[in-house]
C-alpha cells in the first residue's frame, strides 16, 4: 500500500470516528426532557432508567413518530386488550392497532406495568439491575422488538449518551454532580424518591438504640458462609442472606461493595436514614421474616433494645411491636428480664 494510500485511508478511519461520535441532539433533547420519568419507572418498577429511555428514544423516533406526536405512546405499544384510547399505524402489518395515552407519563407507566404483568418478561427480573446488556438481550429474547439488532440499538444508544449513569444515580453509587456532563438537573420529586423518606425516622429518634449488646447475640459464628462476592463474605443466617460490617465501614461502603441501594439497606435492616452501623453489625441483604423461626419469646439482656433483638432473631421491628404491645416507645430502654414475644 502506498503511504498517499495508507494516508487517505488513515484520514478516512479518523472522519468516520469523529462523525460516529456527534451526538443527535434530538437524542439529547429527548433524554432531558424524559429523564426524570425514567428514574422514577426504574424506582417504582425496578426497571432500568437506561433501558426505559433507550426504549423511548427508539420506539418513538426521539419522541417524532406518528404515534408518539399523535398517540403519546414511546414505546410502541400494541393494543392488546386494551381498553382505552387507540390509534391506527402502519407496522409489522398495516393499520395495526396501538395504545393512545393522554401524555408521555402514562405511556411510561403504562411501559413499567407492561413488563412487570406479563410473564414473559419475568426473567429480566432476576438479572442485575445494572446489566442493561442483560435487559436488552433479555428484551429482544422475551419477543418485545422484531428486529434483529434491537438490543445492539439499545446497547449503543445507552453507552452513547451514557445513560447507565441514571441507574448508577438511582442505585446510590453516584452522585448528581457526577450526572453533570449528561443532564444539567434532577427534579426535587425524583431526589426525595431516591432518598427514601424511610418511616423508620419517625420510630428512632436515638441512635444509640441502634446497636447490639456485646453477647446478646452471636450472629457472625452462627451465620453459614455463601459465596465471596468483591472482596465481601455473604452469608446465611435464620433464612436470610446478609454480610457484616468491616472497620470503618459505612452502609453507603456495603451497598457500593454489593452494588446495591443504600436505602434498600436500610428497608432491610429496619434503619432511619442517619443511622450509623458498627462493627461486625449484622447487615441483611433482604427482607427479615414476619416471625422468628425457633423461639416464641425470650428474657431481656442488659441494654439491649428492641432493635437489636429484631436484628439477632432477623424479625422485622414491625412485626415485634405488634407482637409487644406493651412496648409503646422503641427509644426507651428495655427493662432486663422482661418478656419479648418473637412469634
Not at 1 to 22: E, W
Amino acid at each position: 500500500m502506498s503511504k498517499r494510500l495508507l494516508l487517505s485511508t488513515l484520514l478516512l478511519l479518523s472522519t468516520f470516528m469523529l462523525s460516529s461520535q456527534v451526538k443527535d441532539p434530538d437524542k439529547e433533547a429527548y433524554i432531558k426532557k424524559y429523564h426524570d420519568i425514567a428514574m422514577h419507572q426504574m424506582i417504582q418498577y425496578k426497571i432500568p432508567a437506561s433501558i426505559t429511555l433507550a426504549q423511548g428514544i427508539f420506539e418513538s423516533a426521539s419522541g417524532k413518530s406518528v404515534l408518539a406526536t399523535k398517540g403519546n405512546n414511546h414505546f410502541g405499544i400494541k393494543c392488546h386488550e386494551w381498553t382505552g384510547k387507540k390509534i391506527y399505524h402502519d407496522d409489522d402489518a398495516k393499520h395495526e392497532c396501538f395504545r393512545k395515552y393522554k401524555n408521555a407519563d402514562e405511556s411510561y407507566e403504562d411501559h413499567s406495568i407492561f413488563l412487570t404483568t406479563r410473564d414473559r418478561y419475568k426473567g429480566l427480573f432476576e438479572l442485575d439491575i445494572l446489566d442493561y446488556k442483560g435487559w436488552a438481550y433479555g428484551l429482544k429474547k422475551a419477543g418485545y422488538a422484531t428486529n434483529p439488532k434491537y438490543p445492539e440499538r439499545l446497547i449503543e444508544l445507552i453507552e452513547t449518551y451514557q445513560l447507565y449513569k441514571y441507574d448508577e444515580y438511582v442505585m446510590g453509587l453516584i452522585t448528581e454532580e457526577e450526572l453533570q456532563n449528561i443532564t444539567p438537573h434532577i427534579s426535587s420529586k425524583v431526589k426525595k424518591e431516591i432518598e427514601y423518606e424511610y418511616d423508620n425516622d419517625e420510630i428512632f429518634n436515638n441512635s444509640k438504640f441502634l446497636h447490639f449488646t456485646p453477647g446478646t447475640c452471636d450472629c457472625m459464628n452462627e451465620a453459614i458462609f455463601i459465596e465471596l462476592y468483591s472482596n465481601r463474605g455473604i452469608y446465611a443466617y435464620k433464612g436470610i442472606s446478609c454480610t457484616f460490617v468491616e472497620k470503618g465501614e459505612t452502609l453507603a461502603d456495603i451497598a457500593k461493595s454489593l452494588k446495591m441501594s443504600k436505602h434498600r439497606l436500610l428497608k432491610y435492616n429496619d434503619l432511619p436514614r442517619k443511622a450509623e452501623v458498627e462493627y461486625e453489625d449484622i447487615i441483611y441483604l433482604d427482607y427479615k421474616n414476619k416471625r422468628a423461626k425457633e423461639k416464641q419469646h425470650r428474657v431481656v439482656y442488659p441494654n439491649e433494645t428492641l432493635w437489636s433483638i429484631s436484628q439477632c432473631y432477623a424479625v422485622k421491628i414491625k412485626k415485634l411491636i405488634k407482637e409487644n404491645p406493651q412496648i409503646t416507645n422503641i427509644n426507651e430502654p428495655l427493662r432486663v428480664g422482661q418478656i419479648i414475644r418473637l412469634r
